[in-house]
């Protein structure tokens, strides 16, 4: 289980979040909604390490994450960063393997390429894709790329932040089920950030919206239509009118 | 008391950043000696600073090496003392002028080419990638570049220096009359070996900074375009300073030896 106790970070005198408090269980799939600039990938940041926060704890199975060995933690986590984040310098098969060429899970190369093949297959992409650098790929073909990479060394953790941004709606569904059957067959846990309401219901099991730098609401998605909260009401509702500023 | 005030900002500024620098540079040589390594990335960071940086060194030197006869012969006319070309060109290029011109040109074209590199690993996160795939970015990024600068600038002098000697060589023997076979003699009497060990010195440090300095602007970016282009003109600017300063000190140094 993840757990967000009291985290407070804030950037200069932007006090991005301001005591969140979260849980997810393990092999769930929770869903973190909220507006541009509410700190959700502040969030899943502090989780890995990436962002320090200023108070607060997280804990991964009851360990605290500032207090375990980086390298075996961080082997329990895949991320799909919301630009792609593939090395421009290797060719594809090379990102998605980049885990299991070095380090603690380090395979034989020809192993590892297979894998990445296979991964690549998983996520809809063929095997001459392989050889090809990200700069020669669409947009979408990096997220799936991304996307692969992210589960290549099956991790037990996975992290979605923004799977669908910029991508047509063909494509965005395309990835919200690839992600679904993803938690569906690994069981592993999942945190996605999205601002995409086809995707919330379509990957999460639970959704939390993070406001004004705390949860402001969090449930099984099955209450999130008939929650209460008008901020949750303003925001699956893509209303301009409500308690959420337009002008932010 | 503004004035004052004013004065111990920037004081204050300049020493941050100082102890910064210093920072990532204790950061970065202690990683050299800690697994683990990677040697694919050691051999890209020596065929781009190392083999690549050839032509741009080459060319610099030669036209240096040509200009410096030039001018020596010219001036040294005035007081009849044409004769010391060789012994001027050698001293001028392998002492000062090829660790000085190499380490610039490898600040203009290596130190920018990091700093961009990985500000824009930065900007579109590769860098937290990396952390979160396990590998640490000062070790896949940094430290191959800093020792593979380290260790390809110092050959690039020596090349820079012997293209150099031949720049003048080639102007002294071409068009100003001296005799091939004792000009080059002149050169090899005149240079010692204590002038080719401070040539060589002088390149690894300015490989050091140069390198140094592109992985440092380059992992503190800024966000954007901005960051990128501000991290890739500050990363030159201290470069081309540091080793400026860094020359002085250590011709300082071999002077007092």
Known sequence: ?248 | MKFLAAIGRTTLIILAAIGRVSLFAWTTLTHLLRTPFYPREMGFALLNIGWLSLPVVGLTAIFTGGALALQIYSGGARFNAEAVVPQIVAIGMVRELGPVLVGLMIAARVTSSIAAEIATMKVTEQIDALVTLSTHPMKYLTVPRVLAATVTVPLLVGIGDIIGIFGGYAVATGTLGFNKAAYVQNTIDFLQLRDVVSSLTKGAFFGFIAALMGCYFGMNSGRGAQGVGRATKGSVEAAAVLILAANFVLTGVFFSL
């Open chain 1, 1 to 248: 289980m993840i757990k967000l106790d009291n985290v407070h970070k804030s950037f200069g005198n932007n006090h991005v979040l301001r005591g969140v408090n979260l849980e997810v269980k393990e092999g769930t799939s929770t869903v973190i909604i909220g507006g541009s600039g509410t700190g959700k990938s502040i969030c899943i940041k502090t989780i890995l390490g990436l962002v320090i926060p200023e108070q607060g704890t997280i804990t991964v199975d009851g360990i605290d994450v500032t207090k375990t060995n980086r390298d075996i933690f961080l082997a329990r986590f895949g991320m799909l960063f919301q630009g792609g984040a593939l090395f421009d310098s290797l060719p594809v098969w090379q990102n998605v393997a980049f885990r299991l060429l070095r380090g603690s899970l380090a395979k034989p190369k020809g192993e590892a390429r297979a894998i990445a093949i296979e991964k690549l297959r998983r996520v809809g992409l063929t095997p001459d894709v392989a050889d090809r650098f990200p700069a020669e790929l669409s947009g979408g073909m990096q997220k799936r790329v991304g996307l692969a990479r992210a589960i290549a060394a099956d991790p037990e953790i996975i992290f979605f932040d923004e799977p669908t941004t910029g991508l047509d709606p063909i494509m965005a569904g395309i990835i919200n089920d690839l992600i679904r059957e993803i938690v569906t067959e690994m069981g592993a846990t999942t945190i996605t950030i999205t601002h995409d309401m086809t995707s919330v219901r379509t990957i999460a099991d639970h959704v939390a919206m993070l406001h004004g730098g705390k949860i402001r609401w969090a449930g099984p998605v099955s209450d999130m239509d008939t929650a209460s909260d008008p901020y949750v009401d303003q925001f699956i509702h893509g209303r301009a009118k409500g308690p959420i500023a337009s002008v932010r």
